[in-house]
């Protein structure tokens, strides 16, 4: 009997609380509720933009597959152009996969090119629009390429080690460290170049194609 005396001692108190506090719990409930239905509603909406931006972006591609061949042909000049001015319409203010790999279809023309400076200006973009996507990494290791056409090695450098370092896992990763070490030796930076070889030795010890090379120009750095 006390236990149901307690029971409805307590029911009580809890509707007396809700009575006297009734308008600010309806609000707060009700904010909840408009808060959980746009969160809703976001991810929806999110996600229908997300499939819309995927598709446009792959007409992109495949405008580019039709036309990668004659980048230098002048008949396809208007074509190309056009591409380009698409790309980059579309990547502009996005972010993702899909901006990224815009950027990236634009950065392959002007790397066929060979127009260096927007290559890497596109390369550059395209890993920022796509660094939490494995594209981050591809795109700095690019960029690195048509800084190092240009002459620009530390700059190069720069790219190659936000490469090696992404979180997202890079396959050329070993390639890309040998690159380092390689680009030092140009800038004449001896230990700085040692200690790039090394690491490729440290790193990735199962692969033997990579090790021998460090080694290799560790062995010719060392006897000089």
Excluded at 102 to 120: F, K, L, T
């Amino acid at each position: 009997m006390q236990d149901r005396a307690e029971n409805i001692r307590m029911a009580d108190k809890i509707s007396d609380f809700i009575q006297r506090n009734r308008k600010a719990i309806f609000t707060i409930t009700g904010t909840i509720v408009i808060l959980f239905a746009g969160f809703i509603i976001y991810l929806s909406a999110s996600d229908f933009l997300n499939k819309k931006y995927i598709a446009e972006v792959e007409e992109l591609s495949r405008r580019y597959d039709e036309l990668r061949y004659y980048l230098r042909d002048a008949s396809f000049a208007s074509d190309i152009e056009t591409l380009v001015s698409d790309s980059k319409k579309f990547a502009a203010n996005k972010r993702g996969f899909p901006a990224g790999k815009a950027w990236s279809i634009a950065a392959n023309i002007y790397s066929g090119r060979e127009e260096w400076p927007q290559c890497e200006d596109a390369w550059q973009k395209a890993a920022a629009a796509g660094d939490k996507t494995y594209l981050g990494p591809i795109a700095l290791f690019n960029a690195a390429a048509a800084a190092q056409e240009q002459g620009k090695y530390e700059q190069a450098i720069e790219y190659l080690k936000k490469c090696v370092e992404h979180k997202f896992e890079f396959p050329s990763a070993p390639r890309a460290q040998f690159s380092i070490g390689s680009l030092y030796e140009r800038l004449g930076n001896t230990p700085a170049a040692l200690d790039a070889y090394r690491a490729v030795i440290i790193n990735w010890p199962d692969l033997p194609v990579w090790q021998q090379l460090a080694r290799s120009r560790i062995t010719a750095i060392e006897i000089r």
